[in-house]
């Protein structure tokens, strides 16, 4: 079975570009949700995608948005790239979005590594 | 308003030892709390839960300890290993009830750095 998938691996942006990063969840999984890490902040959390809805957002910038498909794809958008954007953001799936109960289990994708220069 | 604290960047230990990693947390309606690793260049991984109402959990070399009155949980390793060297991220979950569902928000910590030397 395969693993969440998330392209690019590497981006390197000026500021005030906007940047598109994808993610593929485990087949079958239709929560998706991404995050952001950066050093010393841990793993903050942007926003929860469930059958193509946002159920839940983190305290984000309305410059981040994202989707999702109907397939569970997802995409997440920041619009007018700033200097303090640079970090790994993270994309997870996990079947329903219960999120640690019912021993559901949270499936991390390895990252996409933005740089805004 | 951090909920989820790991006030050590990080921790150095022999091989062999206890790794013993911390985590408190400020919302007492976290109803699970989980332990994730992290190796450079991958993301986390799930390491390990324990439910609101337990105060211990095992796994192999791997225990965690919840002293809910304290808001306070840890997490033992032992003995500890070189391929245990990673970030480890405390996170707590908590239940959101919305449009008739109900599904979880983890709220996860700084993470910390674990390096067992050999």
């Known amino acids: 079975k395969a693993g969440v998938t998330q392209t690019p691996r590497y981006l390197i942006k000026t500021r005030g570009q906007q940047v598109t990063l994808s993610c593929s969840p485990i087949?079958?999984?239709?929560?998706v949700s991404w995050y952001q890490q950066t050093p010393g902040q841990g793993l903050q959390f942007l926003f929860e995608?469930?059958?193509?809805?946002?159920?839940n957002k983190g305290n984000f910038p309305g410059r981040f948005s994202g989707r999702q498909f109907s397939n569970s794809r997802s995409e997440m958008n920041v619009s007018t790239l700033e200097l303090g954007d640079s970090a790994l953001y993270l994309c997870?799936?996990?079947?329903?979005?219960?999120?640690?109960?019912?021993?559901?289990?949270?499936?991390f994708g390895s990252g996409t590594q933005l740089s805004v220069l | 308003d951090q909920q989820v604290k790991q006030n050590s960047p990080s921790l150095s230990v022999q091989e062999g030892r206890i790794s013993i990693l911390n985590c408190d947390y400020t919302?007492?309606?976290?109803?699970?709390f989980l332990w994730y690793k992290k190796y450079p260049a991958e993301g986390p991984t799930f390491l390990i839960s324990i439910s609101s109402i337990k105060d211990k959990n095992e796994d192999g070399r791997f225990t965690v300890f919840l002293n809910k009155s304290a808001k306070h949980l840890s997490l033992h390793i032992v003995p500890s290993q070189p391929g245990d060297s990673a970030v480890y991220f405390c996170?707590?979950?908590?239940?959101?009830?919305?449009?008739?569902?109900?599904?979880?928000?983890?709220?996860f910590g700084q993470g910390t750095i674990l390096t067992v030397h050999p």
């Open positions: 087949s079958g999984h239709r929560s």
């Open positions: 995608y469930f059958s193509e809805t946002q159920r």
């Open positions: 997870a799936s996990s079947l329903a979005g219960f999120q640690g109960r019912f021993g559901e289990k949270l499936f």
């Open positions: 996170a707590a979950r908590v239940d959101v009830n919305a449009g008739g569902t109900s599904y979880g928000k983890l709220t």
């Open positions: 919302n007492s309606m976290f109803d699970y």
